[in-house]
């Protein structure tokens, strides 16, 4: 049951051309052997490296910064069948999707030379340094300070659920450089800083998985050039709103669950019943629409706007998908989920029951979303 053609946007040539490609690579590589539910939280640096090589990371960049100038829909159709399989598409999910995309749009040309060809390369890794111990919703309230010295900043502060920060190279922070009470979204700049820069604490936290995907950052006295600030000096509210549209509106935030749904309908073949047939419809049913706006939002992005209400709605909607694939497969239906079943639905679904509670934290939590969405309709 790969992802099938819904949307009469995906039945142009080059995008039907680049599913065959990407299907081809994917059943070729030795990591597919298995598949991850959440497939964009397990981290394979090696994965990540064979799919730059092949040209699938930075896809729509230009060529000079070793991207590929492909359209916006043939990168999402390469994202769909990435999840659809399983991959372990952590290691360079973040640079692609958004630290790469924030480069290109706010960066200097020097900023761009130095890390874009390299995260096309799927040699560099990326991680987001918004949330902090007492500041993850309300992310204006950030308390990490750079202070602007002669020749650069300096940074103390700290980070949280910094995803593979001890695995990356470069965490894009968003840093408190001046004071305005009256209006705290002023003040705020962004700030790419390399991980192994001296001062930098990295501590992992574990999940309830069992995994250490998170991490705690203490700065202390970090120094970092002034080149590292990205974009201007007090404009970082407004280029992480552009970052988190990019964020929340993929097609991650309805597939990471996707392989699971197909390992059902393989069990459901072998023993057809109404039952499942009822609930792969319904799932299905529910899969196309959040599909077909996800995709309209990719093509807006594409252009250069910032659609941040319409992937509010997407990640909502996709994460109520995403949890209720695994409540309703675990709560009604079949045997089990046990992690270290050698059974791939067994496992499967253990894995997605796992990390569905994050699917409606990570991005924006669910209330967070809600209201943006409710703003947006003039309900509040
Ligand atoms: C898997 C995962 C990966 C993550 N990776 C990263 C990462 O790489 N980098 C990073 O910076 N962050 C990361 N995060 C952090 C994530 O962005 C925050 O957890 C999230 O923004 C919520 O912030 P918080 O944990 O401080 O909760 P809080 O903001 O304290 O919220 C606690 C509860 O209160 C509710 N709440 C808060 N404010 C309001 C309000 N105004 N109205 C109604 N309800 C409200 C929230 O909805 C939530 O239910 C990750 C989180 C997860 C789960």
């Known amino acids: 049951m790969k992802t099938p053609n819904f949307d009469s946007r995906m039945n142009q040539p080059e995008l039907a051309r680049i599913r065959a490609e990407i299907r081809e690579f994917l059943a070729n590589d030795p990591s597919i052997a298995k598949p991850r539910a959440d497939s964009w939280s397990h981290f394979d640096a090696a994965f990540s490296g064979r799919l730059g090589r092949a040209g ?11 991207g590929g100038e492909r359209s916006s829909l043939e990168r999402y159709v390469v994202i769909e069948e990435l999840l659809a399989a399983g991959a372990p598409a952590a290691a360079h999910w973040i640079a692609d999707r ?10 200097t040309e020097a900023q761009r030379q130095q890390v874009l060809p390299a995260i096309a390369r799927g040699e560099c890794f990326c991680s987001i340094g918004m949330s902090e111990p007492d500041s993850g919703s309300d992310l204006a309230s950030v308390r990490t300070r750079a202070t602007r010295t002669g020749d650069g900043w300096v940074i103390n502060g700290r980070k949280i659920w910094t995803s593979y920060a001890h695995q990356s190279h470069y965490v894009l922070m968003l840093c ?10 002023q003040g705020l700049s962004q700030i790419l800083v390399p991980l192994d820069v001296a001062g930098l604490t990295i501590r ?3 999940n309830m998985a069992g995994a250490h995907d998170f991490n705690e ?10 080149d590292a600030l990205l974009g201007s000096e007090g404009k970082g509210w407004d280029q992480v709103i552009s970052e988190l549209a990019f964020e929340r509106s993929g097609p991650e935030r309805f597939l990471s669950s996707f392989v699971l ?11 057809p019943s109404a039952e499942s047939a009822t609930l792969i419809g319904s799932m299905i049913s529910r899969l196309v629409p959040l599909r ?5 939002i990719a093509a807006r992005l594409g252009q250069g706007e910032s659609p941040n209400f319409e992937a509010a709605l997407v990640k909502e909607m996709g994460s109520l998908f995403e949890q209720d694939i695994g409540d309703r497969l675990l709560g009604e239906i079949v045997p089990a989920a046990d992690p270290t079943s050698d059974d791939k639905f067994r496992r499967l679904l253990a894995e997605a029951v796992l990390h569905a509670p994050s699917f409606s934290i990570r991005g924006g939590t669910r209330e967070i979303l809600r209201g943006i969405i409710a703003r947006d309709l003039g309900l509040r």
Do not use: C, H
Request: cysteine-free.
């Open 261 to 271: 749904l197909e390992a059902f309908a393989d069990l459901a073949r072998q023993q």
């Open 176 to 185: 408190r450089t001046s004071d305005n009470p009256a209006a705290r979204q």
């Open 56 to 66: 699938y990371i930075g896809m729509t960049w230009p060529k000079r910064y070793g």
């Open 292 to 296: 077909g706006m996800s995709m309209s």
């Open 204 to 206: 992992p936290i574990i």
């Open 98 to 107: 958004q630290t790469g995309p924030q480069l290109l749009r706010f960066g």
């Open 217 to 226: 950052l203490l700065f202390e006295d970090v120094q970092v050039p002034a």
